[in-house]
């Protein structure tokens, strides 16, 4: 009787040294430092998103005017230009992009123009 | 007027404040606002970013002769358009979108049309389109063709295309951006040196 009992603790032991996929997990490099925080300008307020890298940078769009409550029409009537004007492509993840935590970003209504031709 | 002055204050009191706390970032741009805006009067100085480029006919390049016609652009450092003033006006705001007057910064006054710099935007399908026109069939000034503007919005070409569906989404900020984009980002001073004339042209950065 008493050598089973030993014999179950050492099972048990041994059970909970052997690694579970739970753990093999902790070795890869923590989510947190994955993760920067973008400044969208919108209607001159920014609106700071915190969003991962790996993300594409629409989901950060997408929080950005749910927190500013511009949800009155699609993410994809909006464009997010940097500072110098470039437009960016909201498809692309923001690890692609090369966004830097801090980043200032305008979020505004594509520019609609009537015109003539020259 | 449609709109009760003090609620039409109150917003445009709003739109200056978020003018004043974007002063950095509209400075960069070269976007200037002017003296303690009184409402309904907005003024900002528009500085023009590019340098003007000055075609002139080439005969040579190196020790290679170019065939007649050939052309050759050189950047001029000193030298790019003039500096301008945007007027806004934010009567009955914003149940109107702003109006927007441009005028010239020295004289204060109205420039001509065939003086005045040109606006363009670029869109990938579209290309390069004009939208600093002449003559608004209303005001009978010059005006910019840009969604956000009251002239635009009062143009019988866009009656369908009303300020109150964008009212919520645009404020005068992110008008002032797409002026910035249409009349400083994208446009760049050309002037062509024929052999009797001086031709100046307007160019489109090609960028979306």
Known sequence: MLNFAAEDSLWRFRTRTIPEPADERSFEVPKVDHRVGLVFIINGMDYPIDVSVEAPLVTAVERALVESRNTGRPPSEWEVRNTSGVLLETGRTIEDLGLKNGTRLFLSLRVGAGGTYQ | ?208
């Open chain 2, 1 to 208: 007027m449609m709109v009760d002055p003090e609620v039409s204050r109150r917003k445009f009191q709003h739109e200056v404040r978020t003018l004043k706390e974007q002063r950095s970032t509209l400075e960069s741009r070269g976007i200037f606002l002017l003296g303690s805006p009184t409402y309904p009067f907005v003024e900002l100085l528009l500085v023009p970013r590019h340098l003007l480029r000055v075609f002139v006919p080439a005969v040579k390049s190196g020790d290679i002769f170019l065939p007649e016609g050939a052309m050759m652009a050189v950047e001029i450092p000193s030298l790019a358009a003039r500096a301008y003033k945007a007027r806004f006006d934010l009567t009955d705001y914003d149940l109107q979108a702003p109006s927007l007057e441009f005028r010239d910064f020295w004289t204060d006054s109205a420039p001509e049309y065939a003086t005045m710099f040109r606006a363009l935007e670029f869109e990938k399908e579209r290309k390069a389109h004009v939208v600093l026109l002449d003559r608004h069939p209303i005001t009978q000034k010059p005006f910019l063709c840009v969604r956000g503007i009251r002239e635009y919005h009062s143009h019988p070409q866009h009656s369908g295309d009303e300020w109150l569906l964008y009212r919520q989404q645009m404020g005068l900020f992110s008008i002032i951006m797409s002026l910035w984009r249409v009349a400083v980002d994208l446009v760049h001073p050309q002037l062509v040196v024929q052999q009797n004339a001086l031709q100046v042209n307007w160019a489109a950065e090609e960028k979306v």
